[in-house]
C-alpha cells in the first residue's frame, strides 16, 4: 500500500486531521503536530512552501498493525519474517517520484522544517537514505540532515553504521534521500540488518512495492516516493551540525559531519512531504519497534520469550521490556543478559512474568514493587559503551552503566502469594441497566 492509498485508508477512517490555514515551517508546524500527537496530521498549506506537509503518520503500533493488517501481537515475528525471507522489489521504468525533475535544485523551496529554538537550521529527520557500495549493494538508513545552503547539508553519520563504512571505504558516496514513502519502508530503513542486506528487500517482503533506477545514479529508488534528493556525500568535507532535538527530547551536540552536495530534486506533480517530528511518538517508533525482534530472536535462543516492548518512556531505546515464560530459576538473568546481546544501545532491561502486560507501566512498576530484591534480582551488566543518544552518558567515550532487573515471581514461592487476586466479574447491566 502506497503512502497514498495509506493516507485515504486513515482519511475514510475518520482518523487524519486535515488543517487548512497558512502554517509556518519555522516552528510552528513542528509545534502543531506535537500538539496533535498521535493523529495524523495534513497541513494544506505551508507559508514558505507550495507543497502540503503531512505529520505523525504511524505514532503507535495499532497504526503499524493497522497498516500492514495484522494485530499488534503480530508484528514482531512479521518482522523477523520480513527479515529472514527479504526479496527484491520489482523493477519499473516509470515512476510517479519523477514526474518532476529539477536539475538546479533549491532546497529553500522545500517545506524542510525548523522544529525547535536553538536548532542549527532546518532538518530533514524523515528520509531514507540510499547508498550503494561496489561490493555491498545497496544500504538504506535514517540520517538526520540540516540545510546550510540551497545546495547543501551537513549529514549526520553515526560510526560503525553500514553507511559510515560506505563512506569510510570510498570516500564520497552518491546518495538518494527519499522522504514521503510507506510504512513498510520506513520501519525497514530503521532495521539494523548485517552490511550487504538491502533493506528495500525487507520492506519488500513485509508488501511489494516497485523501485526505479535514480535520475543522476545507478541506485533503485522506491517509484511512489514522494520526494527524491540526490547528490553526493563527502568524507572529507565537513560542516557544523546540530544542535538538535534527538530522540530522547533533549538537544543533541554539535559536531564537525560530512557534507552532502545536492544534484537534482525529484518529486511527485502534487508531491507531499513528510514530517518527522525528532523526539516525537512516530520518531521513537521507529527507532524502537525495530529492535524488538532483534532481542526478541536472542532471549528466544535462551529461554521462552513472549513479547518484547521498547518503550516510550524508556525514549524507545534506552529501555526494553521483555516478558518470559519462567522455567527455571535463572531464567530471568539469562533473559536479561541475551536482551543486551539483541540491543547494545539498551541501559535498563526489565524482566516480567506472562502475567504483566508489557504495555502497562503500572503493571510493570507493580512486579518491580512485589517482586524484585535488589540484592538477588539486580544485574549489572557493566559500564561499557551505549547510546550517544543518552544525555547522562560519558561525554565523548558515551561510556554508561547497564542493569537488568529480574521482576519475575521465584518459581518456589515459600508459601508466599505473587499474582494478583482477580475481582468476581458481574453483569453491569443488570445491576445499572435503564440509568437515565
Known amino acids: 500500500m502506497s503512502l497514498r492509498a495509506y493516507l485515504n485508508k486513515i482519511r475514510q477512517q475518520g482518523g487524519l486531521i486535515e488543517i487548512q490555514k497558512p502554517i509556518s515551517k519555522h516552528l510552528a508546524l513542528a509545534g502543531l503536530l506535537k500538539a496533535l500527537e498521535p493523529s495524523p496530521v495534513l497541513c494544506s498549506e505551508v507559508i514558505e512552501s507550495p507543497f502540503p506537509v503531512i505529520g505523525n503518520l504511524v505514532c503507535t503500533k495499532e497504526t503499524f498493525a493497522d497498516y500492514l493488517g495484522i494485530p499488534v501481537q503480530a508484528i514482531i515475528p512479521t518482522l523477523i519474517q520480513a527479515i529472514e525471507a527479504h526479496s527484491p522489489p520489482r523493477v519499473t521504468t516509470a515512476a510517479p517520484c519523477q514526474e518532476v525533475i529539477h536539475e538546479n535544485p533549491d532546497l529553500d523551496q522545500l517545506p524542510i522544517p525548523f522544529h525547535c529554538e536553538g536548532d542549527g537550521g532546518n532538518y530533514i529527520s524523515s528520509g531514507v537514505m540510499i547508498a550503494g557500495h561496489p561490493h555491498y549493494g545497496q544500504n538504506m538508513d535514517f540520517h538526520r540532515c540540516m540545510q546550510f545552503s540551497k545546495t547543501e547539508m551537513a549529514v549526520r553519520v553515526v560510526k560503525g553504521r553500514n553507511f559510515d563504512a560506505f563512506l569510510q571505504d570510498l570516500g564520497q558516496v552518491d546518495v538518494a534521500i527519499c522522504v514521503g514513502v510507506s510504512p513498510n519502508i520506513l520501519i525497514a530503513g530503521a532495521t539494523s540488518v548485517e552490511i550487504g542486506l538491502n533493506e528495500l528487500e525487507i520492506a519488500n517482503a513485509l508488501q511489494p512495492f516497485e523501485v526505479v533506477k535514480a535520475h543522476t545514479s545507478d541506485l533503485l529508488i522506491p517509484a511512489d516516493a514522494e520526494f527524491v534528493i540526490e547528490g553526493t556525500v563527502?568524507?572529507?568535507?565537513?560542516?557544523?551540525?546540530?544542535?538538535?532535538?534527538?530522540?530522547?527530547?533533549?538537544?543533541?551536540?554539535?559536531?564537525?559531519?560530512?557534507?552532502?552536495?545536492?544534484?537534482?530534486?525529484?518529486?511527485?506533480?502534487?508531491?507531499?512531504?513528510?514530517?518527522?517530528?525528532?523526539?516525537?511518538?512516530?520518531?521513537?517508533?521507529?527507532?524502537?519497534?525495530?529492535?524488538?525482534?532483534?532481542?526478541?530472536?536472542?532471549?528466544?535462543?535462551?529461554?521462552?520469550?513472549?513479547?518484547?516492548?521498547?518503550n516510550p518512556g524508556g525514549c524507545s531505546w534506552l529501555h526494553a521490556i521483555v516478558q518470559i515464560r519462567k522455567v527455571n530459576p535463572d531464567d530471568g538473568r539469562k533473559a536479561i543478559e541475551a536482551a543486551h546481546r539483541g540491543h547494545s544501545s539498551c541501559k535498563h532491561i526489565f524482566v516480567v512474568d506472562e502475567d504483566i502486560d508489557i504495555y502497562d507501566p503500572l503493571s510493570v512498576e507493580w512486579a518491580m514493587a512485589t517482586r524484585f530484591q535488589a540484592d538477588r534480582d539486580l544485574v549489572i551488566l557493566g559500564r561499557e559503551r551505549g547510546s550517544s543518544l543518552d544525555p547522562s552518558a560519558q561525554p565523548g567515550t558515551y561510556e554508561t552503566c547497564k542493569v537488568g532487573f529480574d521482576l519475575t515471581a521465584p518459581l518456589d514461592s515459600g508459601g508466599k502469594p505473587f499474582a494478583k487476586v482477580p475481582f468476581p466479574q458481574v453483569d453491569l447491566e443488570q445491576y445499572l441497566g435503564g440509568r437515565e
Not at 275 to 298: C, D, N, Q, S, Y
Open 234 to 310: 563527502y568524507r572529507d568535507r565537513r560542516h557544523e551540525e546540530g544542535p538538535f532535538v534527538d530522540l530522547t527530547e533533549t538537544q543533541d551536540v554539535v559536531r564537525q559531519e560530512p557534507v552532502l552536495v545536492v544534484k537534482c530534486i525529484t518529486h511527485r506533480h502534487d508531491a507531499l512531504w513528510h514530517a518527522l517530528l525528532p523526539g516525537g511518538l512516530e520518531h521513537k517508533l521507529l527507532m524502537g519497534m525495530p529492535r524488538e525482534p532483534t532481542i526478541f530472536r536472542e532471549v528466544s535462543q535462551v529461554v521462552q520469550c513472549l513479547d518484547v516492548n521498547i
